[in-house]
């Protein structure tokens, strides 16, 4: 007898036994006794706090009795979890995956406020960074409130970019504290730091406003004391007219 020969054939079978008992294992559908054994939530934020916590998510789902803790695996429905969660409000794109070590994965995207409307008319609502009504149920720290007479179309259109603006710079997302839309659809700034306002004018070119501003504040109120006017006016190019609080005004 050749041993060597059924040394090889025996070594042979006992490896193909083992690989179609791996590729089995490995790719079978989860079973009965496969259960959720943990929950993974991640939340992205952006450059201003939003409204969703894990404990927020956990609760959707847990009034929705979809929180999947505990469960068979193979009861747990991702899909239904992604459509129950980008329904609400806050959520911007929701995606939910299983692994093979028993975890429920749930990533999350948030629609980020930028601007609270406190319109003249009763309305009371945020803005996302996409021109998006959020509702006003939760109170979001830190964001501008807008005031004065303003459309819901004049807020998607005018003021999400305005508070883009804002947003993009980290200087004048801590100094600005509220816009003013007038009657006639120009803006005023009131700044956290500075007892004065600013009148932007026009809703136009804020960004280059905003860099006159910023060079003024470097260079005049540095000097002349940041409560020294009472109204800073960077309407125009190439010029800031300033009002003391004497009520005499000065070209700078």
């Known amino acids: 007898m050749n041993w060597k020969k059924i040394v090889i054939i025996v070594l042979d079978v006992i490896l193909a036994v083992y690989l179609l008992f791996a590729v089995t294992s490995f790719n079978k559908p989860e079973g009965a006794n496969a259960i959720c054994n943990k929950v993974k939530i991640d939340i992205t934020d952006g450059v201003v706090d939003g409204f969703l916590n894990v404990d927020e998510i956990k609760g959707i789902l847990e009034r929705n009795h979809l929180y999947p803790l505990a ?56 803005i996302d960074n996409n021109g998006g009504i959020m509702p006003n149920v939760k109170y979001c720290t830190n964001i501008v409130v807008a005031t004065g007479n303003i459309s819901r179309q004049y807020a998607q259109k005018v003021l999400t970019k305005v508070g883009n603006t804002i947003l993009s710079d980290k200087f004048w997302q801590n100094q600005v504290v509220q816009i003013n839309v007038l009657p006639d659809g120009t803006l005023e700034m009131v700044p956290r730091v500075g007892d004065h306002i600013v009148y932007l004018g026009e809703p136009v070119d804020v960004g280059a406003k905003l860099n006159r501003l910023m060079k003024f504040y470097k260079y005049g109120l540095s000097q002349a004391g940041w409560n020294k006017y009472s109204y800073i006016n960077i309407a125009f190019d190439n010029q800031i007219i300033c009002k003391k609080k004497q009520h005499n005004n000065s070209t700078i």
Do not use: W
Request: aromatic letters at 8%; glycine letters at 4%; hydrophobic letters at 30%.
């Open 71 to 126: 469960k068979p695996m193979n009861t747990v429905d991702i899909r239904e979890i992604e459509e129950t969660l980008v329904k609400s409000p806050f959520v911007n794109e929701a995606q939910c995956y299983k692994t093979q070590s028993g975890h429920i994965c749930i990533k999350l995207t948030q629609r980020m406020p930028i601007i609270r409307i406190k319109a003249n008319n009763g309305d009371d609502y945020y």
